[in-house]
Protein backbone atom coordinates (compact mmCIF):
# COMPACT_ATOMS: atom_id res chain seq x y z
CA UNK A 1 0.00 0.00 0.00
CA UNK A 2 1.21 3.49 -0.89
CA UNK A 3 0.93 5.89 2.49
CA UNK A 4 1.97 9.04 0.10
CA UNK A 5 -0.16 11.49 0.93
CA UNK A 6 -0.38 12.22 -2.85
CA UNK A 7 -1.12 9.39 -3.90
CA UNK A 8 -4.93 9.48 -5.83
CA UNK A 9 -4.81 13.14 -5.05
CA UNK A 10 -5.26 12.23 -1.39
CA UNK A 11 -4.64 14.40 1.70
CA UNK A 12 -3.76 12.57 4.98
CA UNK A 13 -5.34 14.52 7.66
CA UNK A 14 -4.39 12.38 10.83
CA UNK A 15 -2.87 9.30 11.93
CA UNK A 16 -3.09 7.74 15.50
CA UNK A 17 -1.59 4.63 16.59
CA UNK A 18 -5.37 2.32 17.63
CA UNK A 19 -4.93 -1.27 18.91
CA UNK A 20 -3.05 -3.37 16.21
CA UNK A 21 -3.61 -0.88 13.31
CA UNK A 22 -3.83 3.12 12.44
CA UNK A 23 -7.19 5.27 12.18
CA UNK A 24 -7.00 7.81 9.66
CA UNK A 25 -8.75 10.27 8.19
CA UNK A 26 -7.97 11.26 4.57
CA UNK A 27 -9.19 14.31 2.61
CA UNK A 28 -9.45 14.85 -1.13
CA UNK A 29 -10.97 16.95 -4.02
CA UNK A 30 -13.85 15.29 -5.54
CA UNK A 31 -14.78 16.08 -9.20
CA UNK A 32 -18.04 13.78 -8.72
CA UNK A 33 -19.50 16.45 -5.59
CA UNK A 34 -17.40 19.54 -6.73
CA UNK A 35 -15.91 19.51 -2.74
CA UNK A 36 -13.37 18.91 -0.37
CA UNK A 37 -14.57 15.26 0.41
CA UNK A 38 -13.19 13.61 3.71
CA UNK A 39 -13.47 9.78 4.94
CA UNK A 40 -12.02 8.38 8.23
CA UNK A 41 -10.26 4.43 7.21
CA UNK A 42 -9.01 2.31 10.27
CA UNK A 43 -6.06 -0.15 8.89
CA UNK A 44 -5.19 -3.02 10.90
CA UNK A 45 -1.40 -3.89 10.48
CA UNK A 46 -1.48 -6.32 7.77
CA UNK A 47 -3.11 -4.00 5.46
CA UNK A 48 -0.09 -1.45 6.95
CA UNK A 49 2.06 -3.60 5.19
CA UNK A 50 0.46 -4.66 2.44
CA UNK A 51 -0.98 -7.75 2.57
CA UNK A 52 -4.65 -7.92 1.06
CA UNK A 53 -7.80 -7.26 3.45
CA UNK A 54 -11.40 -7.56 3.65
CA UNK A 55 -13.29 -3.69 3.96
CA UNK A 56 -16.08 -2.57 4.91
CA UNK A 57 -18.06 0.89 3.92
CA UNK A 58 -19.92 2.40 6.15
CA UNK A 59 -22.60 4.95 5.74
CA UNK A 60 -23.83 7.36 8.17
CA UNK A 61 -27.07 8.33 9.51
CA UNK A 62 -28.81 12.00 9.04
CA UNK A 63 -26.62 14.78 10.65
CA UNK A 64 -23.46 13.23 11.10
CA UNK A 65 -19.89 13.23 9.45
CA UNK A 66 -17.05 10.52 9.63
CA UNK A 67 -16.37 11.04 12.90
CA UNK A 68 -19.94 9.72 14.63
CA UNK A 69 -18.97 6.18 13.63
CA UNK A 70 -15.11 6.45 14.19
CA UNK A 71 -15.56 7.85 17.13
CA UNK A 72 -18.66 5.82 19.24
CA UNK A 73 -19.11 2.73 16.85
CA UNK A 74 -15.85 0.73 18.61
CA UNK A 75 -15.20 -0.98 15.90
CA UNK A 76 -11.43 -0.91 16.03
CA UNK A 77 -10.66 -3.43 18.45
CA UNK A 78 -12.31 -6.14 16.05
CA UNK A 79 -11.09 -5.23 13.16
CA UNK A 80 -7.70 -5.58 14.80
CA UNK A 81 -8.46 -8.87 15.91
CA UNK A 82 -10.13 -9.68 12.36
CA UNK A 83 -7.82 -7.96 9.81
CA UNK A 84 -10.64 -5.85 8.71
CA UNK A 85 -10.59 -2.64 6.61
CA UNK A 86 -13.10 -0.10 7.99
CA UNK A 87 -14.12 3.24 5.52
CA UNK A 88 -16.67 5.76 6.63
CA UNK A 89 -17.61 8.60 4.02
CA UNK A 90 -19.07 11.97 4.93
CA UNK A 91 -23.01 11.92 4.33
CA UNK A 92 -22.55 14.79 1.86
CA UNK A 93 -20.24 17.62 0.19
CA UNK A 94 -20.00 20.25 2.56
CA UNK A 95 -18.40 24.20 2.11
CA UNK A 96 -19.36 27.95 1.93
CA UNK A 97 -20.06 26.94 -2.00
CA UNK A 98 -22.40 24.11 -1.17
CA UNK A 99 -26.34 24.29 -0.80
CA UNK A 100 -27.54 23.81 2.34
CA UNK A 101 -31.36 24.33 4.23
CA UNK A 102 -32.14 25.15 7.52
CA UNK A 103 -34.04 22.07 8.16
CA UNK A 104 -31.40 19.46 9.03
CA UNK A 105 -33.02 16.95 7.03
CA UNK A 106 -32.21 18.61 3.83
CA UNK A 107 -28.79 19.39 2.99
CA UNK A 108 -25.71 19.16 4.42
CA UNK A 109 -25.52 15.83 6.40
CA UNK A 110 -28.39 14.81 4.82
CA UNK A 111 -28.02 13.72 1.13
CA UNK A 112 -29.63 10.32 1.45
CA UNK A 113 -27.11 8.99 -1.11
CA UNK A 114 -28.54 9.70 -4.18
CA UNK A 115 -27.52 11.88 -7.16
CA UNK A 116 -30.09 14.80 -7.22
CA UNK A 117 -31.66 16.37 -9.84
CA UNK A 118 -33.13 19.67 -9.03
CA UNK A 119 -30.81 22.80 -8.77
CA UNK A 120 -29.53 24.26 -6.68
CA UNK A 121 -28.47 20.65 -5.29
CA UNK A 122 -27.89 19.13 -7.97
CA UNK A 123 -24.31 20.74 -8.73
CA UNK A 124 -22.70 19.25 -5.85
CA UNK A 125 -25.00 16.38 -4.10
CA UNK A 126 -23.90 13.09 -6.72
CA UNK A 127 -23.71 11.24 -3.58
CA UNK A 128 -24.46 7.89 -5.50
CA UNK A 129 -21.94 8.52 -8.05
CA UNK A 130 -19.57 9.53 -5.60
CA UNK A 131 -19.67 6.50 -3.25
CA UNK A 132 -19.83 4.03 -5.91
CA UNK A 133 -17.80 5.48 -8.42
CA UNK A 134 -15.04 8.13 -7.48
CA UNK A 135 -14.98 6.61 -3.59
CA UNK A 136 -14.76 3.13 -4.93
CA UNK A 137 -12.26 3.12 -7.37
CA UNK A 138 -10.26 5.54 -4.97
CA UNK A 139 -10.09 3.38 -2.09
CA UNK A 140 -9.56 0.11 -4.48
CA UNK A 141 -5.96 2.04 -5.58
CA UNK A 142 -5.39 3.54 -2.41
CA UNK A 143 -5.95 0.10 -0.01
CA UNK A 144 -5.40 -3.84 -0.34
CA UNK A 145 -8.91 -4.94 -0.50
CA UNK A 146 -9.91 -7.85 -1.28
CA UNK A 147 -13.59 -7.97 -1.21
CA UNK A 148 -16.04 -4.91 0.32
CA UNK A 149 -19.03 -4.75 2.32
CA UNK A 150 -21.73 -2.21 2.58
CA UNK A 151 -23.36 -1.38 5.72
CA UNK A 152 -24.87 1.86 7.23
CA UNK A 153 -27.56 3.30 9.71
CA UNK A 154 -30.62 5.06 9.74
CA UNK A 155 -30.27 7.70 6.65
CA UNK A 156 -27.13 5.18 5.83
CA UNK A 157 -29.17 1.96 6.28
CA UNK A 158 -30.71 3.45 3.05
CA UNK A 159 -28.40 4.12 1.29
CA UNK A 160 -26.40 0.82 2.05
CA UNK A 161 -29.33 -1.58 1.01
CA UNK A 162 -29.80 1.13 -2.19
CA UNK A 163 -26.86 1.05 -3.47
CA UNK A 164 -26.11 -2.78 -2.33
CA UNK A 165 -28.78 -3.93 -4.84
CA UNK A 166 -28.30 -1.22 -7.55
CA UNK A 167 -24.66 -1.92 -7.41
CA UNK A 168 -24.66 -5.61 -6.60
CA UNK A 169 -21.49 -6.57 -8.74
CA UNK A 170 -19.51 -4.26 -6.68
CA UNK A 171 -20.27 -5.42 -3.16
CA UNK A 172 -19.96 -8.70 -1.67
CA UNK A 173 -22.39 -8.48 1.22
CA UNK A 174 -24.80 -5.83 2.86
CA UNK A 175 -25.84 -5.15 6.13
CA UNK A 176 -27.97 -2.06 7.63
CA UNK A 177 -29.08 -0.96 11.32
CA UNK A 178 -32.49 0.52 11.66
CA UNK A 179 -32.38 1.70 8.00
CA UNK A 180 -35.10 3.64 6.67
CA UNK A 181 -36.36 1.35 4.26
CA UNK A 182 -38.97 3.43 2.04
CA UNK A 183 -37.47 6.94 2.28
CA UNK A 184 -40.00 8.42 -0.33
CA UNK A 185 -42.78 7.75 2.15
CA UNK A 186 -41.03 9.45 5.73
CA UNK A 187 -41.48 12.65 6.99
CA UNK A 188 -38.22 13.72 6.44
CA UNK A 189 -37.60 12.01 3.53
CA UNK A 190 -40.41 13.19 1.29
CA UNK A 191 -39.04 16.54 2.04
CA UNK A 192 -35.31 15.67 0.46
CA UNK A 193 -36.78 13.75 -2.19
CA UNK A 194 -38.44 16.60 -3.06
CA UNK A 195 -36.12 19.29 -2.80
CA UNK A 196 -33.57 17.07 -4.67
CA UNK A 197 -35.72 15.04 -7.36
CA UNK A 198 -38.99 17.61 -7.53
CA UNK A 199 -42.70 16.67 -7.38
CA UNK A 200 -42.60 13.66 -9.14
CA UNK A 201 -42.98 10.92 -6.62
CA UNK A 202 -42.85 7.82 -9.22
CA UNK A 203 -38.75 9.58 -9.36
CA UNK A 204 -39.00 9.01 -5.74
CA UNK A 205 -39.99 5.94 -5.63
CA UNK A 206 -36.91 4.45 -7.79
CA UNK A 207 -34.80 5.95 -4.56
CA UNK A 208 -36.25 3.94 -2.33
CA UNK A 209 -34.05 0.84 -0.58
CA UNK A 210 -37.42 -1.34 -1.11
CA UNK A 211 -37.58 -0.55 -4.62
CA UNK A 212 -33.98 -1.04 -5.40
CA UNK A 213 -34.43 -4.76 -4.21
CA UNK A 214 -37.53 -5.49 -5.55
CA UNK A 215 -35.92 -4.66 -9.34
CA UNK A 216 -32.50 -5.86 -8.42
CA UNK A 217 -33.65 -9.59 -7.36
CA UNK A 218 -31.97 -11.80 -5.03
CA UNK A 219 -28.21 -10.84 -4.95
CA UNK A 220 -26.58 -11.72 -1.63
CA UNK A 221 -26.74 -14.85 0.70
CA UNK A 222 -28.47 -13.14 3.32
CA UNK A 223 -28.42 -9.58 4.42
CA UNK A 224 -28.44 -8.73 7.78
CA UNK A 225 -30.79 -6.18 9.23
CA UNK A 226 -31.06 -5.23 12.84
CA UNK A 227 -33.93 -2.83 14.54
CA UNK A 228 -34.43 -1.80 18.07
CA UNK A 229 -37.91 -2.05 18.87
CA UNK A 230 -37.66 1.69 21.48
CA UNK A 231 -36.67 3.35 18.56
CA UNK A 232 -38.32 6.59 18.64
CA UNK A 233 -38.30 6.71 13.91
CA UNK A 234 -39.39 2.83 14.03
CA UNK A 235 -42.19 3.60 16.62
CA UNK A 236 -43.57 6.51 14.67
CA UNK A 237 -43.66 4.59 11.22
CA UNK A 238 -40.53 6.45 9.67
CA UNK A 239 -38.56 3.58 8.87
CA UNK A 240 -41.30 0.73 7.65
CA UNK A 241 -38.76 -2.04 8.46
CA UNK A 242 -41.68 -4.63 7.48
CA UNK A 243 -42.04 -3.36 4.17
CA UNK A 244 -37.89 -4.52 3.66
CA UNK A 245 -39.11 -7.84 4.97
CA UNK A 246 -41.91 -8.05 2.71
CA UNK A 247 -39.72 -7.49 -0.72
CA UNK A 248 -37.22 -9.98 0.69
CA UNK A 249 -40.09 -12.22 0.94
CA UNK A 250 -41.40 -11.77 -3.01
CA UNK A 251 -38.00 -11.74 -4.54
CA UNK A 252 -36.86 -14.58 -2.22
CA UNK A 253 -33.23 -12.64 -0.71
CA UNK A 254 -32.56 -14.16 2.51
CA UNK A 255 -33.06 -11.80 4.81
CA UNK A 256 -32.08 -12.05 9.04
CA UNK A 257 -33.40 -9.43 10.49
CA UNK A 258 -33.52 -8.89 14.80
CA UNK A 259 -35.63 -6.65 16.76
CA UNK A 260 -34.20 -5.68 19.73
CA UNK A 261 -36.01 -5.27 22.83
CA UNK A 262 -35.51 -2.01 24.95
CA UNK A 263 -32.99 -0.69 21.99
CA UNK A 264 -33.06 3.12 20.42
CA UNK A 265 -31.58 4.47 17.56
CA UNK A 266 -28.44 5.77 18.77
CA UNK A 267 -25.33 4.68 19.16
CA UNK A 268 -24.92 2.48 22.26
CA UNK A 269 -27.99 0.17 20.14
CA UNK A 270 -24.62 0.11 17.10
CA UNK A 271 -21.88 -0.85 19.60
CA UNK A 272 -23.91 -3.79 20.51
CA UNK A 273 -24.63 -5.08 17.08
CA UNK A 274 -21.33 -3.93 15.49
CA UNK A 275 -19.64 -6.82 16.04
CA UNK A 276 -22.13 -9.17 14.34
CA UNK A 277 -22.48 -6.39 11.36
CA UNK A 278 -18.40 -7.07 11.00
CA UNK A 279 -18.53 -11.07 11.48
CA UNK A 280 -21.59 -11.25 8.90
CA UNK A 281 -19.11 -9.55 5.93
CA UNK A 282 -16.47 -12.21 6.86
CA UNK A 283 -18.83 -14.78 6.65
CA UNK A 284 -19.99 -13.33 3.20
CA UNK A 285 -17.01 -13.35 2.10
CA UNK A 286 -15.93 -16.94 3.39
CA UNK A 287 -13.46 -15.44 5.41
CA UNK A 288 -14.67 -16.69 8.86
CA UNK A 289 -15.79 -20.20 9.29
CA UNK A 290 -16.39 -20.09 13.25
CA UNK A 291 -19.24 -17.63 15.01
CA UNK A 292 -17.91 -15.75 17.85
Known amino acids: MNNS ?7 LQSNNRCFYGEQRYYQHQSAVTKSVMTFSVYLPDAAIVGHDCPAILYLSGLTCNTDNVTHKAHFQ ?3 SELGVIFIAPDTSPRGENVADDEQFFIGQAA ?4 D ?7 EHYQMQ ?3 VEELYDLIHAQFPISSLGLMGHSMGGHGALMLG ?21 SQKGQAAYQAYFGEDKAVWQQHDAIYAIWQAGQQYVSILVDQGQE ?11 QKLQQVCCEVKQPLTIR ?5 DHGYYFIQTVMADHITHHLHAANLLVDDR
Open 129 to 131: SYI
Open 231 to 241: DEFYQAGQLQT
Open 77 to 79: QLC
Open 116 to 122: ATCEPWA
Open 259 to 263: YHAGY
Open 111 to 114: SYYV
Open 165 to 185: FKFADKFASVSAIAPACVASQ
Open 5 to 11: SLQNGLT
